[in-house]
């Protein structure tokens, strides 16, 4: 076949919502096949190769992202049942979080105003302007929450949807080495330490690893999305000074 021909071929499929979801789902499959092949390496992440993969791909072939997301939206919306799915492993977790509601409010409330004060410090010192600190401030909170508050306190949701994506894919990247540093063995710790640090991306990893990580990276998850919330408001108001 011709250049010509495969040209017109390729113009045709690049409109087809088809095609942007099979190249998703291939590029994924391909990603957790390298994830496999390392013996599950924390470098070799899938969620960083899938990523790197598409935005290849889309620069390779010219095509501008809202053309990729109308025909790959069906990912995206598969992300909210996939999120009430996560309730699943942690309902079968719920007598042990009876027992331990004590220590996780303290490490929510502890890993919260850790994770909005130390993006603002160290914003700070590399003297980031106040809007910049403001859109950083909700990184390890789930994508619409950091966007939705970023934009109320004076952020940019888009910068704050990209410090969101760092931390996520970093803390998913670096959770294992750390914590095994740390000599943190209890998946439950382990789990709920990923949860609150690196949301979605790392409850994803936790689901990897074990059941028990996975539902109390899920709880993290959904815990510091309200805790950012609310403590938002009150620690921007005590770093004001900083901004």
């Known amino acids: 076949m011709s250049d010509g021909g495969l040209f017109r071929i390729w113009v045709f499929l690049s409109g087809t919502p088809l095609l942007w979801l099979t190249v998703t789902v291939l590029v994924y499959l391909a990603s957790l096949w390298l994830y496999g092949r390392s013996g599950g390496h924390s470098l070799v992440n899938p969620i960083l190769l899938s990523v790197g993969g598409l935005v290849g791909v889309l620069h390779l072939t010219g095509t501008p992202y809202p053309t990729y997301f109308d025909g790959a939206?069906?990912?995206?919306?598969?992300?909210?049942?996939?999120?009430v799915a996560l309730a699943v492993p942690l309902y079968a977790q719920i007598g042990r979080l009876r027992r331990m509601w004590l220590p996780i409010g303290v490490a929510l409330l502890v890993g919260s105003t850790v994770?909005?004060?130390?993006?603002?410090?160290?914003?700070?010192?590399?003297?980031?302007?106040?809007?910049?600190?403001l859109s950083l401030a909700p990184k390890s909170a789930t994508l619409p929450i950091a966007m939705s508050l970023a934009e109320q306190i004076g952020g940019v949701p888009a910068m704050a949807a990209m410090a969101v994506a760092v931390t996520g894919i970093g803390g998913a990247i670096m959770a294992r080495p750390l914590l095994n540093l740390l000599r943190i063995e209890d998946p439950a710790v382990r789990g709920f330490s990923v949860g609150i640090a690196a949301h979605a991306a790392g409850t994803a990893r936790a689901l990897q690893v074990g059941t028990v990580n996975g539902a109390f990276a899920a709880l993290a998850l959904a815990l510091n999305g309200v805790a950012t919330a609310l403590l938002m408001p009150v620690l921007i108001r005590a770093l004001r000074p900083l901004l």
């Open 115 to 133: 994770a909005i004060a130390s993006a603002v410090a160290i914003a700070r010192v590399f003297g980031a302007t106040p809007e910049t600190m």
């Open 73 to 83: 939206k069906f990912v995206h919306f598969l992300i909210g049942p996939a999120t």
